[in-house]
Every structure is written in structure tokens, then in C-alpha cells.
């Protein structure tokens, strides 16, 4: 019997050309690199920006993989123990999060729009992948009326004023 979730496909072949890259692993990779060029461009603006990008950058990326791994242990075949510890991780990222944020912006005095702006690095790449690989899900497939030019004799042959004909 096959499961109900089929396996995500693979994305693209890596850079290499070697192997497919895995989705989630792209999304971080993407993610990495939206925070390091935004670190790059907050230091434009001065150290505290660039740090404050930076920092906030780091929760969310390291929050990403945390999710991840959470994720992943829910859908694994596991013990009811297995999953209340999960459950339990799940409460404590939130405070580990608020925490981190407020350390970030209260004891190390980072601004709070930079922190925000690193905040949503996973953002840009979520989008960018959704771009990239997701808005193939809804184009139509190839060989459907809508895809037809009407030069190549479209299924909507009728004029634009059905009385004039």
C-alpha cells in the first residue's frame, strides 16, 4: 500500500551536476545566503545594522533547522514518548526564540528593524523556491485548451461579438 504524502521530488541537480539537491536543504542554503547578503548590505549602513540583520538572521535560519527536525520526528513512526518530547521541544522553541530576540535587541542594543529584516531571510527564499519549482503546480498541462495559440487552432474559435457572426 503507498502512503498517502508521496516523498517530495528532487529539485535541480546541485551546482556540481551530481546529484539532485533536496528541497529543504536548498531552502536553507537559499536562506544562508539572503541573510549573509543582507548582513552585507546592513553593514552599508553601519555595524549595528549589519549586526542586527545578522543576528536576527541566525534565529530564523536556526530555527528553520530546529522545524525541520521536528517535523521530521513527528512523521517518523516513533513512540507516544517520542512524540511528547517533540511536543515539548515545539513549547520550548518559543521561549528559546523570545529569549533570543530579546537578547538580541535589549541587552545587545541591535535595531530592532534590522533584526526584523534578518528575521525574514527563510522568507525570501521560501518565495524564491515557490517561484522557481511551486508555480509549475498550477499551470495547466501541456496539451490543454488554455495552452492552444490561436494559431495553432484553439478550442475558443468564436468571435468576440457572437451576434456579428
Do not use: C, K
Not at 524564491?128 to 498550477?138: I, M, P, R
Amino acid at each position: 500500500m503507498s502512503s498517502p504524502n508521496p516523498p517530495l521530488a528532487p529539485g535541480p541537480p546541485s551546482v556540481s551536476g551530481s546529484a539532485p539537491v533536496a528541497p529543504e536543504a536548498r531552502l536553507l542554503r537559499r536562506a544562508v545566503g539572503f541573510a549573509a547578503a543582507g548582513s552585507l548590505v546592513g553593514l552599508a549602513f553601519g555595524p549595528r545594522i549589519g549586526l542586527s540583520v545578522l543576528g536576527g538572521a541566525v534565529v530564523s535560519v536556526l530555527n528553520i533547522v530546529v522545524l525541520r527536525r521536528v517535523a521530521a520526528g513527528f512523521t517518523a513512526s516513533g513512540s507516544a514518548r517520542s512524540a511528547l518530547a517533540l511536543a515539548a521541544l515545539t513549547g520550548v522553541r518559543y521561549l528559546l526564540l523570545g529569549s533570543a530576540l530579546f537578547a538580541i535587541i535589549a541587552v545587545w542594543n541591535a535595531d530592532a528593524v534590522g533584526v526584523a529584516l534578518g528575521l525574514g531571510a527563510p522568507l525570501l527564499a521560501v518565495l524564491l523556491e515557490l517561484g522557481s519549482v511551486g508555480f509549475g503546480a498550477f499551470r495547466p498541462p501541456q496539451g490543454h485548451p488554455s495552452t492552444r495559440s490561436a494559431s495553432t487552432g484553439s478550442a475558443n474559435t468564436g468571435s468576440a461579438n457572437p451576434g456579428s457572426e
